[in-house]
Nanobody
Framework: QVQLLESGGELVQAGGSLRLSCAAS????????MAWFRHAPGKEREFVAA????????GYAESVKGRFTISRDNAKMTVNMQMNSLKPEDTAIYYCAATEYYSFSSDTSRVRYWGQGTQVTVSS
């Protein structure tokens, strides 16, 4: 069992930066690749970023590539995502997820555990 708790979401102006954090509990955390998804009003939930169990491999959606950076610290059991050059279209609820396998797909069937989400709002 893995519990995930996100933090760091807030209102920010376009061009600004935020750092989202996901704190995990549970002894099997290091077994899971981790990912961030987001869900904007009126849209499907979509993949944002993923990292492998060690954190050595990462991948991103095209829409955030070069602006967002995912990282994990297995000793601290945290997953972070640095978000720079934020745009209004980045406005969404961001979810941390522990996945059964490492993938860049928006297919959520691979998600084993979800966090409750944190709201990011980017004003223009």
């Amino acid at each position: 069992q893995v519990q995930l708790l996100e933090s760091g979401g807030e209102l920010v102006q376009a061009g600004g930066s935020l750092r989202l954090s996901c704190a995990a509990s549970g002894r099997t955390f290091t077994n899971y690749p981790m990912a961030w998804f987001r869900h904007a009003p009126g849209k499907e939930r979509e993949f944002v970023a993923a990292c492998s169990t060690s954190g050595a491999n990462t991948g991103y959606a095209e829409s955030v590539k070069g602006r967002f950076t995912i990282s994990r610290d297995n000793a601290k059991m945290t997953v972070n995502m640095q978000m720079n050059s934020l745009k209004p279209e980045d406005t969404a609820i961001y979810y941390c997820a522990a996945t059964e396998y490492y993938s860049f797909s928006s297919d959520t069937s691979r998600v084993r555990y979800w966090g409750q989400g944190t709201q990011v709002t980017v004003s223009s």
